[in-house]
T-cell receptor, first 117, second 110 residues
Framework: GAVVSQHPSWVICKSGTSVKIECRSL??????MFWYRQFPKQSLMLMAT?????????EQGVEKDKFLINHASLTLSTLTVTSAHPEDSSFYIC?????????????FGPGTRLLVL | QKEVEQDPGPLSVPEGAIVSLNCTYS??????FMWYRQYSRKGPELLMY????GNKEDGRFTAQVDKSSKYISLFIRDSQPSDSATYLC??????????FGQGTRLTINP
């Protein structure tokens, strides 16, 4: 149980285009979903926390207008990288909490590798 | 100073060896301590989860937390080539966000 999927698993796009990444909890409802970014050989850095039906909370230094997060249901959150640039190339990973559980029980998706040319 | 420090390695050991992975931290308010395993180009997978100080064992894996020293460890017994991955420690305080270490890249040589 507690499976989180992401789509697409990888994407290549041109500079200036927008890319949408989906995160789904497949067999449970997720009150809260988290979006992380991981650069090569570095740790995961939390970008934002999203709760179903409300606005996302962004970490310091993360541009909310550039990284649009929508959490429309208890099983789906989306991250849209708007006007992507080469420096946005990274590994984006989402995680989800089981509804009613505390944050230490986060289940991670397989990640989406974004390459902006 | 980073909140969580973890030696990135790489660490390479022969198959069957006991592996010791460690993290130190500076925030004494951390209460939950996790170890994740991440294979190349994949998301992290939760291995062990410990609340406060003490030991926890699960098969070949043992997690230790020493809050007095702000030091946590993960031991892998009878290591296998399939254990080759990056191991990330993570910790959390109450309802706050997860804070990850940098990750240690481990290779088990057959």
């Amino acid at each position: 149980g507690a499976v989180v999927s992401q789509h697409p698993s990888w994407v290549i796009c041109k500079s200036g285009t927008s890319v949408k990444i989906e995160c789904r909890s497949l067999d449970f409802q997720a009150t809260t979903m988290f979006w992380y970014r991981q650069f090569p050989k570095q740790s995961l850095m939390l970008m934002a926390t999203s709760n179903e039906g409300s606005k996302a909370t962004y970490e310091q230094g993360v541009e909310k207008d550039k990284f649009l997060i929508n959490h429309a249901s208890l099983t789906l959150s989306t991250l849209t990288v708007t006007s992507a640039h080469p420096e946005d190339s990274s590994f984006y990973i989402c995680s989800a909490n089981l509804a009613g559980n505390s944050q230490e029980t986060q289940y991670f998706g397989p990640g989406t590798r974004l390459l902006v040319l | 100073q980073k909140e969580v420090e973890q030696d990135p390695g790489p660490l390479s050991v022969p198959e069957g060896a006991i592996v010791s992975l460690n993290c130190t931290y500076s925030n004494s308010a951390f209460q939950y301590f996790m170890w994740y395993r991440q294979y190349s180009r994949k998301g992290p997978e939760l291995l062990m989860y410990t609340y406060s100080s003490g030991n926890k064992e699960d098969g070949r894996f043992t997690a230790q937390v020493d809050k007095s020293s702000k030091y946590i460890s993960l031991f892998i017994r009878d290591s296998q080539p399939s254990d080759s991955a990056t191991y990330l420690c993570a910790m959390i305080q109450g309802a706050q966000k997860l804070v990850f270490g940098q990750g240690t890249r481990l290779t088990i040589n057959p």
